[in-house]
């Protein structure tokens, strides 16, 4: 099997991100990584190709920093990466990136799958992968919990997915889009041998140029990043003699709110 | 004519998601603020109640597609329709509830339509005739003001950030019926089954959230049945232990049940359940944290909580800073205890 997965890098989700004076994102000095969804859909892709044979593709749009998380799916043992950069490409929003990230896997060609994380910890939108399906004229199935059959030979596919009521089975068509969920299990730690092969690892470029694409339009812009305003609260702390006498007058502060 | 502005329902085998209620009221403050006339769009079989009670809800016109391709809902056959819709009735505005089948539908809805499409919005107003929303970005760690060019705009609406309508059983108006757009031998997608997961209250829909952490297993008092003895098997058994009183704290409140990634990572409780940066993110009227420090990653999914509360048994730890009420304490001893005076005072045995 074909298959393709794509990433992003992100600020490690214990960074304390913050909007500096002139209005620029920063994360101090914690590390940039593989966007922790997307360790998910790497794990996927490499059991998938375990099970099926073929090759995983990682892919990532971004400047060198991508790299990051490019080496990190490589070493979990990705077969070969691609990254995507061109200075047209500076602003984006999550249609333009599904417009590149489709001309991608037609480049690739005969991809079979394509994988994603559920969504980008910094945006946060989640809209990327079933807009690259749509774009694709490929079936999506999104927040994939577990695989009950691929079978690459009748070009079939069942998977179960999370939603809001539990799961839900649906069987489509190969080739086709998915995004994996973080039930769908723990992603693999790098090998010693996978990292030191990552670290070699040379990772090819693509231009929109190369893409055969020219810079998609921009509809979605942030004017303005805020930090979110300071919870001022003052934290009472109830005491008493007995957990009874806690619990009492804490009870009584929480219907005093009226919340309940 | 005048400008449309949509508010998707989405359902669940007919039955609409509370949410999606709350976008009929987000519609309307538009319609105010934009002009233009708040729309409801069902797509489904046999849909009729949902139909009137979006007129209940403030519905001036409701477009339905009724047919049994749209029974359940699978990404291609509602695509096609909506959009299909949207390119006869050019709406100003689509907004969705940000549910899982709401968010996957305005994103292929907008990738049919090449249209701009805004995720997951917990404010918004109207700034010289345009849109101006309000997202969390960084799993709320930062805000950002998003717009969109042309039109149609789409918009999915976090789920209890816009109030819901006072619904009105003498409303009625206009039905409007479209077609279905694929017919089933055109669709890849089929539902196989639903395997539902256990029952309770929804995390994302609850007004109210008991949740634990790793704290929960910290009760060295608490024997184990004799065919436990493994370290770790002892410490997932004291952390389920833990988490049923978090449960029977829930019932009676009639709350949700939330924890934090170090409980689930422990194997405590299930994922569903996790709230936080790689979890659900939920802004309850009130909620309930037990045990838990308050990592940042946790914080990121609960800081917009209305009332936090915070039982811990550390003074220092990070989730006081957050918290309207708190007790150092055991909550082995707090939330029973706090259980029975709810019970008590709310009148239930």
């Known amino acids: 099997m074909k298959i393709v997965v794509f990433v992003k890098v992100t600020p490690d989700t214990a960074a304390t991100v913050k909007v ?113 399906a749509r774009l694709l004229g490929w079936p999506y199935i999104g927040l994939v919990s577990a695989f009950r059959e691929i079978d690459p030979d009748g070009k079939k596919l069942t998977a179960e997915r999370t939603i809001e009521e539990g799961r839900q089975v649906l069987s489509t068509q190969l080739p086709a889009v998915v995004s994996v969920a973080k039930d769908f299990g723990e992603p693999r730690y790098p090998s010693f041998m996978g990292i030191r092969k990552a670290a070699r690892a040379k990772v090819p470029v693509w231009s929109l140029a190369d893409l055969g694409i020219e810079a998609p339009a921009v509809k979605v812009r942030l004017p303005e990043l805020m930090n979110p305003p300071k919870r001022e609260v003052q934290c009472e702390f109830i005491e008493g003699d007995t957990p009874e006498e806690i619990a009492e007058k804490l009870a009584d502060k929480i219907l005093a709110e009226k919340v309940l | 004519m005048s400008k449309q502005i949509w508010a998707y329902i989405d359902h669940f085998k007919g039955e609409p998601l509370m949410p999606s209620w709350e976008g009929i009221g987000a519609a309307q403050m538009l319609a105010e603020k934009l002009g233009g006339e708040v729309v409801a769009v069902i797509l489904g079989s046999g849909m009729d109640d949902a139909v009137q009670r979006a007129f209940h809800y403030g519905a001036a016109k409701v477009i339905v597609a009724d047919d049994a391709t749209l029974a359940d809902y699978r990404p291609e056959p509602y695509t096609e329709t909506l959009a299909k819709a949207a390119q006869e009735h050019n709406p100003a505005v689509i907004l969705f509830p940000t549910t899982t089948r709401g968010r996957e539908l305005a994103a292929m809805t907008g990738a049919a339509l090449d249209a701009g499409v805004i995720a997951d919005i917990i404010d918004m107003d109207v700034e010289d005739g345009k849109i101006v929303t309000t997202r969390p970005v960084y799993a709320g760690k930062l805000l950002a003001k998003a717009v969109a060019e042309g039109e149609p705009q789409i918009i999915t609406l976090r789920v209890r950030a816009f109030a819901k309508p006072e619904p009105d059983e003498s409303r009625s108006g206009e039905v409007i019926s479209v077609p279905a757009a694929l017919s089933e031998d055109a669709i890849a997608t089929k539902v196989v089954e639903y395997a539902t997961t256990e029952g309770g209250v929804s995390l994302t829909e609850a007004a109210i959230i008991v949740s634990g952490g790793r704290g929960v297993s910290n009760n060295p008092r608490l024997q184990p049945p004799p065919d436990i003895t493994d370290e770790n098997e002892i ?45 659900k993110v939920v802004s309850p009227d009130l909620y309930i944290a037990c045990g838990i420090s308050g990592a940042i990653q946790h914080q990121a999914g609960m800081r917009n909580s209305k009332i936090i509360v915070a039982i811990n048994t550390d003074p220092e730890a990070p989730i006081f800073k957050l918290a309207r009420y708190g007790v150092v304490g055991d909550l082995w001893e707090i939330v029973p205890a706090l259980n029975e005076a709810f019970k008590k005072k709310l009148g239930k045995k």
């Open chain 1, 20 to 132: 500096d004076e002139s209005g620029k994102v920063t994360w101090g000095d914690a590390p940039l990584v593989l966007n922790p969804w997307d360790e998910y859909a790497v794990e996927a892709a490499l059991q998938t190709k375990e099970a099926h044979g073929g090759s995983v593709t990682v892919v990532s749009m971004g400047d060198e920093s991508a790299l990051e998380a490019i080496r990190r799916a490589l070493a979990m043992g990705c077969n070969d990466a691609i990254r995507i950069e061109d200075p047209a490409l500076a602003e984006d929003d999550s249609l333009s990136t599904a417009k590149v990230l489709a001309a991608a896997v037609n480049k690739i060609g005969d991809v079979d799958m394509v994988f994603f994380g559920r969504q980008a910890i910094d945006g946060d939108t989640g809209l990327t992968p079933p807009q690259t």
């Open chain 2, 235 to 279: 410490e997932v058994w004291r952390g389920k232990q833990g988490f049923k009183l978090i449960g029977e704290l829930a019932e009676t409140l009639g709350a949700a049940v939330g924890a934090s990634r170090a409980a689930v990572d422990a194997g405590y409780i299930p994922y569903e359940h996790q709230v936080g940066q790689t979890g």
